[in-house]
């Protein structure tokens, strides 16, 4: 299911990252804390343990995460973007990461690399990529994850097409999107518009 969460803070970084003049520094920042807006959202439902501490006054019950049930699986390269805002929220969480890249011509994603944590099926997985377009990547990205036991997976990213959601939402019916816009469609060369170009390239600075 898709949740598009609306805040004017999302709105307000969002607006600074679609401008085509925001430099490297300033986008890749942003796209962390958007990354960090989406999280707390994603995050609603964790499962809290209780303990007993003391404070300086009396002993009392607390409430906490168990981090060791969470992985973050960016989809490089421009999940990475996204990593270091959901890290200063979970910070013992494990970190996997699955390369792939679009076929310029299929639009098709093209897998390099898949790494992630010997116990991931144990875990929520936290999704990264701040583009779903036409829905392949991550799709595939899922399917990766499903096939090595994962039962609980949530896909966070900045900017979803129409077109990505109804894909995912037909395939993965059990996983929820989280993302900070729904943006209009894709142009035919499968871009979002308005979007805001190629994120990895503007995440690494690389045209
Ligand atoms: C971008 C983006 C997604 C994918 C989305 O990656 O970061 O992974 O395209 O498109 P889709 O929904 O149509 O699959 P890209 O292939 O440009 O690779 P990069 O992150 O290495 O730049
Ligand atoms: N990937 C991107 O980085 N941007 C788009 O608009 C579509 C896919």
Same mark, same amino acid.
């Given at each position: 299911?898709?949740?598009? /969460? #609306?805040? %004017?803070?999302?709105?307000?970084? &969002?607006?600074? &990252?679609?401008?085509?003049? =925001?430099?490297?520094?300033?986008?890749?920042? &942003?796209? $962390? *804390?958007?990354?960090?807006? &989406?999280?707390?959202?994603?995050?609603?439902?964790?499962?809290?343990?209780?303990?007993?501490? *003391? =404070? %300086?006054?009396?002993? =009392?019950?607390?409430?906490?995460?168990?981090?060791?049930?969470?992985?973050?699986?960016?989809?490089?390269?421009?999940?990475?973007?996204?990593?270091? $805002?959901?890290? =200063?929220?979970?910070?013992?969480?494990?970190? !996997?990461?699955? +390369?792939?890249?679009?076929?310029?011509?299929?639009?098709?994603? /093209?897998?390099?690399?898949?790494?992630?944590?010997?116990?991931?099926?144990?875990?929520? /997985?936290?999704?990264?990529?701040?583009?779903?377009?036409? $829905?392949?990547?991550?799709?595939?990205?899922?399917?990766?994850? #499903? *096939?090595?036991?994962?039962?609980?997976?949530?896909?966070?990213?900045?900017?979803?097409?129409?077109? +990505?959601?109804?894909?995912? *939402?037909?395939?993965? %019916?059990?996983?929820? /999107?989280?993302?900070?816009?729904?943006?209009?469609?894709?142009?035919?060369? !499968?871009?979002?518009?308005?979007?805001? !170009?190629?994120? +990895?390239?503007?995440?690494? $600075?690389?045209?």
């Amino acid at each position: 299911m898709i949740n598009e /969460v #609306k805040h %004017p803070l999302i709105e307000h970084k &969002l607006s600074i &990252l679609r401008d085509k003049n =925001t430099g490297t520094k300033e986008f890749r920042e &942003l796209a $962390g *804390e958007i990354a960090t807006i &989406l999280c707390y959202e994603a995050m609603r439902d964790a499962k809290l343990d209780e303990y007993e501490v *003391e =404070t %300086p006054l009396q002993k =009392t019950k607390v409430n906490k995460i168990n981090e060791d049930r969470y992985a973050f699986v960016p989809i490089l390269r421009a999940g990475m973007g996204m990593t270091q $805002g959901i890290e =200063t929220l979970i910070p013992n969480a494990k970190i !996997g990461v699955i +390369g792939l890249y679009r076929n310029e011509e299929t639009l098709k994603p /093209v897998k390099y690399y898949y790494k992630v944590p010997r116990d991931i099926a144990d875990r929520t /997985v936290i999704l990264l990529d701040p583009m779903l377009a036409t $829905g392949g990547s991550a799709i595939d990205a899922i399917s990766m994850l #499903k *096939e090595d036991g994962v039962k609980d997976i949530k896909f966070l990213c900045i900017i979803a097409a129409p077109e +990505g959601i109804k894909r995912i *939402e037909e395939i993965h %019916p059990d996983v929820e /999107v989280y993302c900070a816009k729904i943006d209009e469609k894709l142009n035919d060369i !499968g871009y979002i518009l308005p979007g805001l !170009g190629d994120a +990895g390239d503007r995440i690494f $600075g690389t045209k």
